[in-house]
């Protein structure tokens, strides 16, 4: 019975840990800005941390044994609740207003002190977290379990952790009340572990200790430690791999990135419980190795094809979640439980805590390895399947050398066989197709992997070039596409002299030629990604906007570029991707529009993206209000051919007339507009009295609540534009006092 609670102990901490990781990643984000450096700043941060204290208590363990490790355990984990409950929110805060204050001044260094920063405030409880794997292997020797049973166990409860944290924690509690309840999940561990020591029977030692003078009896050999290395290296850097290639046709959304994440723990927790079962049965690890490398060679075609094999078909949100993760564990199961099993195994064969601490620390500094490798060096120079190619060749290199001399062909032949038939059904992804779930013939005219996200240039046969971020078609030159265009516009005709305007998001830069060709003194651009801005000549509909000398463009996250500069703006306008993307959420809060407002001159005007095609009727209104909130002058301008709606805002003052019913612009000469003078006017579908009347009651985005990222509500919009667009236009033409 005492080993049943261990277990649960050890499975509820590892639904904490990951819903950690999540909380993190978002407070991360908006303390230093959305970047592929910010992601690999959180994620060697978080490992390097754990590796840390996997050492430390491994070497702590090794010079004064204990036979009461349950209450260690319990300590670690009351310094990972306590620590989250009390240092991550002040901590991220004083990390943003340190990095406003002082990008400016050293923004070569700030990548470095981001890295300090991070880790400083991650460091009692990755610390801590990584400390409890050599306590687990006493723990499992006092109780008469194994090392690999309680990782398996953890592992599993990580995955319920994802579950938890984007399904029900983050979309109803928000970040805050979520690290609460998280800190709350820690100290029910703390304080069951103490009370579990106190009343468990102790059976055995904690562990023999090595012979005196014989310090080696302790420590993993250098093959076991390269393996553990290795694998870590092969398993994160094929989970980058991978996850590129299926948010091609997931879409980078935070559920998306939920059932990734699943999609990889569950196959490693099977892992891991399958460790003990390879060891009774005297599997070589090197048979393993090349079964896993194998399995990676084959469901490489596969992957390549998840847009032509999983499709896209309508069903509500849980039966669309359900699919994605069947698929996903389909594809990447099998290759992840053969990696999965090699660390646990290796745990339950380590002598002691400092051979346990150093076999985690190798595996996890590798993991640190093989995400920055893949993300930063093989993807963009190879692509995903050569990437997963490479990966999986050293991998089944290491198992035919671990492998017995008479079974070394045998290794080669299958390895060989697996290689031979991913190479000759590969796709052509990145030369003559893209993955996305797009059914038109396309011709790919340019490609780009980079550190964040796969970047493409097609054109269909009509002639028309499109922008597909992660196979999603982010923009594109389209008839629809208009909006852009007065995404430009708007804000420009509406202020009675602009000279400096700011476009956050460039995409084919449509948005930001038409700014231009309002004549202001300076433009500024900035955009996430540079990818995207080394495409802008592939779309005429820019009009060379880069080339301008009155241009200037600048990479980094809009959000983290408002906080750092010191300019102000007569115009800001942006259109990110879709509000219910991962990370774009930042960009529609509370906190964001009043970092716009603090930028913008004393008459300057604001424009925001309203698709009103992509949000449920509950979303749209509370971006409508959320933006009123800021800016209570503000309308909403309505255009029929692109279905979507434009939010444009001025800053609060002593102004003579309500806001719209002058446009000073119109006056003005410039090349671009489509539309007569007179039917510009004519398209605002609710003036500021008409806005408020819609918006009213609507819940307020903050950076706390993600309203925008998460819930099942978040997919209503995918699964059925035309209704959520019909739902919103009646809403809007109720509030107008206009008769659907």
């Not at 029900?168 to 609460?180: A, D, K, M, T």
């Not at 390879?278 to 079964?291: F, K, Q």
């Not at 706390?704 to 959520?724: F, M, T, W």
Request: aromatic content about 8%; charged content about 15%.
């Amino acid at each position: 019975m005492t080993s049943f609670f261990i277990l649960a102990l050890v499975f509820t901490a590892g639904v904490a840990a990951l819903s950690w990781e999540a909380v993190w990643q978002i407070q991360a984000c908006l303390s230093i800005g959305v970047s592929a450096l910010g992601t690999a700043v959180v994620l060697a941060s978080t490992m390097g941390g754990m590796a840390i204290g996997s050492l430390w208590m491994a070497r702590r363990l090794a010079r004064r044994p204990t036979t009461r490790a349950l209450r260690v355990y319990g300590g670690l984990e009351l310094v990972i609740g306590v620590a989250g409950a009390l240092l991550r929110a002040p901590g991220f805060a004083a990390l943003e207003r340190f990095d406003g204050a002082h990008y400016s001044s050293n923004p070569a260094l700030m990548p470095v002190f981001h890295l300090v920063g991070i880790a400083v405030l991650l460091s009692p409880q990755t610390i801590a977290m990584g400390a409890t794997i050599p306590v687990f292997g006493c723990i499992a020797r006092q109780h008469r379990l194994s090392l690999s049973t309680m990782y398996a166990t953890n592992t599993a409860g990580a995955a319920l952790g994802v579950f938890v944290a984007t399904f029900v924690l983050l979309p109803y509690l928000g970040v805050e009340l979520s690290g609460i309840a998280i800190a709350c999940l820690n100290v029910t561990v703390a304080l069951s572990a103490q009370l579990l020591e106190a009343r468990a029977t102790t059976v055995g030692s904690s562990f023999v200790e090595p012979p005196a003078g014989n310090d080696r009896a302790d420590r993993p050999s250098r093959v076991a430690l390269f393996i553990s290395f290795w694998t870590g290296v092969v398993s994160f850097g094929l989970e980058v791999a991978w996850f590129r290639s299926l948010r091609s046709v997931f879409w980078s959304t935070t559920q998306s990135f939920g059932v990734l994440l699943i999609s990889v723990l569950v196959p490693l927790a099977f892992g891991a419980r399958l460790a003990r079962f390879t060891e009774r049965r005297r599997l070589p690890l090197g048979a393993v190795l090349v079964a896993s490398a194998a399995s990676a060679f084959v469901s490489t075609p596969v992957i390549e094809r998840a847009d032509q094999l999983i499709g896209f078909v309508r069903v509500d949100f849980w039966q669309m979640v359900g699919t994605w993760t069947l698929a996903a564990l389909l594809a990447l199961g099998p290759t992840m439980a053969l990696i999965g099993l090699c660390l646990p195994r290796l745990l339950d064969e380590a002598e002691g805590p400092r051979a346990w601490g150093l076999l985690y620390a190798a595996n996890t500094l590798g993991c640190i390895l093989g995400s920055i490798c893949g993300a930063w060096l093989l993807l963009p120079r190879l692509g995903f399947a050569r990437t997963v190619w490479l990966f999986a060749t050293s991998l089944l290199g290491l198992g035919i050398v671990l492998s017995a001399r008479r079974a070394r062909w045998v290794s080669l032949a299958i390895g060989g066989a697996a290689l031979f038939a991913a190479v000759a059904f590969e796709s052509g992804l990145g030369r003559t197709r893209v993955s996305t779930l797009l059914r038109t013939a396309m011709h790919v005219v340019a490609f780009r992997e980079g550190p964040d996200s796969t970047y493409a240039v097609v054109e269909r046969d009509d002639g028309a070039r499109l922008l597909m971020i992660d196979g999603y078609v982010a923009t594109g030159e389209l008839v629809t596409a208009r909006y852009m265009r007065w995404m430009g516009h708007l804000p420009m005709i509406l202020h009675p002299a602009p000279r400096s305007a700011l476009v956050i998001c460039f995409g084919t830069g449509q948005t930001a030629n038409a700014v231009r060709l309002e004549n202001p003194a300076h433009l500024e651009i900035v955009e996430l990604s540079e990818s995207v801005l080394r495409l802008a000549h592939h779309f005429s509909a820019n009009q060379g906007v880069l080339d301008d000398p009155r241009v200037h463009a600048t990479v980094m996250d809009g959000r983290a570029f408002l906080r750092r500069t010191s300019a102000s703006y007569d115009v800001v306008t942006l259109e990110p991707m879709p509000p219910t993307f991962a990370g774009v959420n930042a960009l529609y809060s509370r906190e964001f529009y009043r970092l716009v407002e603090a930028r913008l001159s004393s008459d300057g005007v604001v424009a925001q993206w309203l698709p009103l095609h992509m949000l449920s009727m509950h979303d749209a209104k509370a971006i409508a209000a959320t933006f009123r909130e800021t800016f209570p002058d503000s309308l909403l301008w309505y255009d029929a051919v692109g279905s979507t709606g434009i939010l444009v805002g001025r800053k609060s003052g002593p102004h003579t007339l309500p806001f719209g019913r002058s446009w000073p612009g119109l006056e003005r000469e410039a090349a671009g507009r489509d539309l007569p003078p007179g039917e510009v006017p004519a398209w605002v579908a609710l003036n500021p009295a008409t806005l408020e009347t819609y918006s009213r009651g609507a819940e307020i985005i903050t950076d706390d609540n993600q309203l925008l990222a998460y819930g099942p509500k978040r997919n209503r919009a995918q699964v059925s534009p035309h209704e959520v667009l019909r739902d919103n236009v009646r809403l809007i033409m109720e509030a107008s006092g206009t008769d659907p």
